[in-house]
């Protein structure tokens, strides 16, 4: 059984794009997944300098989420899109947990071997599309593996009940089926290697 971090990069209390890794969520347990979300609203710690690093090691909050990575083999995300690209708060925990806190760590071990899918969500007309090409480049390049499934889902304000689904069905079911897929692929590769 697979063991997924599900998060989205956004800490807005009424984010559109925890709404969408939800419905992943529910995809993947129903794959037989055993799912852990979190709130990055929790897991507050300052922007990535090398000389903070340096002076006072890594911060607390970021040492945790690295070891939530480290502890689950896949990662469901859905991330807003900022001025064409995935947001700052997903780039600021993604490169903390890229350090290693001593010489005997291998690199990137939050990441090594991991596996993806990556989803967004925007009030505007491309629902964030232009931002999964640089978040899927970022994780591949850090050794994750990113399934090629994703989506994008156009005017959030529209697109969601007040029960927090999506009202189009075929978007509703391609996120759940996103979810089962990453579980699938994910118990693959572990039984593989």
């Known amino acids: 059984m697979s063991k997924i971090l599900a998060f ?21 347990k129903n794959a037989g997944a055993k799912i852990a979300f979190i709130d990055l609203a929790d897991y507050p710690m300052p922007i ?18 690295k070891n939530l990575l480290i502890d689950h083999d ?29 010489k005997n760590e291998p690199p990137l071990v939050a990441y090594k071997d991991k596996t993806a899918a990556i989803m967004a969500t925007s009030p505007g007309a491309l629902g964030g599309i232009r931002g999964l090409v640089f978040l899927r480049m970022l994780l591949s390049n850090i050794g994750v593996t990113v399934i090629p499934e994703q989506i994008a889902i156009p005017q959030a304000i529209k ?24 579980a ?10």
């Open 8 to 28: 989205a990069g956004s800490d807005r209390k009424n984010s559109f794009n925890k709404k969408l890794v939800k419905i992943a969520i529910s995809g993947a």
């Open 48 to 65: 990535f300098n090398q000389d903070l690093e340096t002076e006072q090691g890594m911060p607390e909050k970021a040492r945790d989420f």
């Open 74 to 102: 896949a990662f469901l995300i859905a991330s807003p899109e900022y001025n064409s690209t995935f947001s700052p708060l997903l780039k600021n925990v993604i490169d903390w947990a890229s350090r290693a806190e001593s």
């Open 159 to 182: 697109a969601f009940s007040d029960e927090g689904l999506l009202i189009d069905p075929k978007q509703q079911q391609f996120v759940l089926d996103l979810g089962a897929k990453l």
């Open 184 to 193: 699938h692929i994910t118990d693959l590769l572990k039984t593989s290697n």
